[in-house]
């Protein structure tokens, strides 16, 4: 069974940090593109990276490029989303995924084969 689960998510105070981890099973995390992407409350899912394996390189959107990195430990098969610098903005259910793309400058869940959960990021004093 193909299965993405996150977990990490909680209450943080504007300007903490947070780091979400996906476990990935049923495949081998490494060989795909793995993406996060969120939903904030009466909004629609959108983007926020996507990370390609063929060169290793991970597209950020404009609203997270310098405060969210993505990681992965192959041996755990896993990936992680570290997200520091923390906005009111940024909350919402957070969720892993496997099959990213990157079309017309946005991190698209259209060809997404599978999707966590997600897990919840609350950003609030």
């Known amino acids: 069974q193909l299965q993405l689960v996150e977990s990490g998510g909680g209450l943080v105070q504007p300007g903490g940090s947070l780091r979400l981890s996906c476990a990935a099973s049923?495949?081998?995390?490494?060989?795909?593109?793995i993406g996060w992407f969120r939903q904030a409350p009466g909004k629609e899912r959108e983007g926020v990276l996507c990370?390609?394996?063929?060169?290793?390189?991970?597209y950020y959107e404009d609203s997270v490029k310098g405060r969210f990195t993505f990681s992965k430990d192959k041996a755990k098969n896993a990936a992680y989303l570290q997200m520091n610098s923390l906005k009111p903005e940024d909350t919402g259910v957070y969720y892993c995924?496997?099959?990213?793309?990157?079309?017309?400058?946005?991190?698209?869940?259209?060809?997404?084969?599978?999707w966590g959960q997600g897990t919840l990021v609350t950003v609030s004093s």
């Open positions: 995924a496997r099959d990213c793309r990157v079309v017309g400058g946005n991190v698209s869940g259209r060809y997404v084969e599978v």
């Open positions: 049923g495949f081998i995390l490494d060989y795909y593109a």
């Open positions: 990370f390609s394996s063929s060169d290793d390189s991970t």
